[in-house]
């Protein structure tokens, strides 16, 4: 009984001693096992040639020409049984084929930043790339720069990895093309205000065929020649260099300083018909006083003149013939010691016998 036990106990750790050494060991390493995981493919070589596609990817099988279709694939439902683990061959005799892949990705600044990485498998699944078309001139024949989200699916991982070498820079080049032939169909201006968004006409314009180094391609081109799918696409933003949006802002700021401008003139005018207005009531005011009050009248008009004349020895004193004496006897100075701040002061005492003479006036 006990020996049942020992060799069971032996059978045992022998079991998950293997089971160790392909999960933690051979598998993660691609030696003699492999592991294939959700959503994936990886190719199996032996000698440098492929010799086997394997797959995980639940609903779909993949056929004889390397397409991945819907289906069942009696290899992934065995293999999912040991955690889609495969057995290759003998290593080094069979290996699992390593390229490597590089592709555009936007970081959280917002910038397009180039990845490359080695890989052992090719993802099945759609996936997201931002890219950016640069310089493309518009209908005025200024550069715009347009970003893009393109959503690629690998749906033959042979063609995609071995006739295409790069599928993704593949698919944004035919994108590119069509991009640049679109966006000489109207203004960055005319783009903003356009109900036809450019992203269906760069759909239409791929659909048509875009000539990619002396090669037309179209969507099916894409499919059937380099085994990738473009799931959607859209543009994000639409952008002028540089120097298109220094020339827009200066146009902006010229435009609103122009504006400022007419504002301006226009409150300038409308504060010199005010003053003006004032001043023809001001001396029509004046005028009226002045013929009331008489000789005390004029002489106050005199005064206020005066008052605006700068500098010691005022030169309309002589004109106004008795003024120099009577201005002589008032600050008991010579005509041409007197100062505007007491002519001003002589006016302030004639206003106030005039305010008292007018208010005596209106209680009689």
């Not at 033959?156 to 035919?174: C, E, G, H, M, Q």
């Not at 301006?264 to 005018?269: D, I, P, S, T």
Request: net charge negative.
């Amino acid at each position: 009984m006990w020996m049942w036990m020992l060799g069971f106990v032996l059978s045992l750790g022998f079991l998950l001693f293997v089971y160790w050494l392909i999960f933690a060991r051979l598998a993660p390493s691609n030696r003699y096992w492999t592991k294939v995981g959700e959503g994936k493919a990886k190719f199996v070589k032996m000698g440098g040639a492929v010799t086997r596609t394997l797959i995980q990817k639940r609903g779909y099988r993949i056929q004889e020409d390397g397409e991945i279709v819907e289906g069942v694939d009696p290899d992934s439902i065995w293999s999912r049984w040991f955690g889609g683990q495969h057995w290759i061959g003998l290593y080094p005799i069979a290996a699992v084929h390593i390229y490597t892949l590089q592709w555009p990705e936007m970081n959280a600044r917002g910038e397009i930043e180039n990845q490359e990485e080695e890989f052992d498998y090719v993802s099945l699944r759609e996936h997201t790339y931002h890219f950016r078309v640069e310089d493309a001139e518009d209908l005025d024949e200024l550069p715009i720069t347009v970003t893009f989200a393109v959503v690629l699916r690998v749906i033959n991982p042979y063609r995609a990895v071995f006739v295409a070498t790069n599928w993704i820079r593949k698919a944004l080049d035919v994108i590119e093309a069509a991009a640049r032939n679109v966006v000489t169909q109207n203004t960055y201006r005319g783009w903003l205000e356009a109900d036809e968004d450019m992203s269906s006409l760069v759909h239409a314009r791929i659909c048509a065929g875009v000539d990619v180094d002396g090669v037309i391609i179209t969507y099916k081109g894409l499919r059937d020649r380099w085994g990738v799918e473009v799931v959607s696409q859209q543009v994000v933003k639409v952008d002028p260099a540089p120097e298109h949006r220094a020339a827009t802002l200066a146009a902006w700021n010229a435009d609103r300083a122009g504006e400022a401008t007419i504002v301006q003139a226009k409150a300038e005018a409308k504060k010199i018909r005010i003053e003006a207005k004032a001043e023809v009531s001001r001396i029509k005011a004046v005028y009226e006083t002045t013929q009331s009050f008489g000789d005390l009248g004029r002489l106050m008009t005199i005064l206020e003149h005066l008052s605006k004349e700068t500098g010691p020895g005022i030169a309309s004193v002589h004109v106004v013939p008795g003024l120099a004496e009577i201005l002589g006897n008032l600050t008991g100075k010579r005509t041409s010691e007197v100062t505007k701040e007491e002519i001003d002061l002589l006016k302030e005492k004639i206003d106030e016998l005039v305010d008292l003479s007018s208010s005596s006036s209106g209680e009689a």
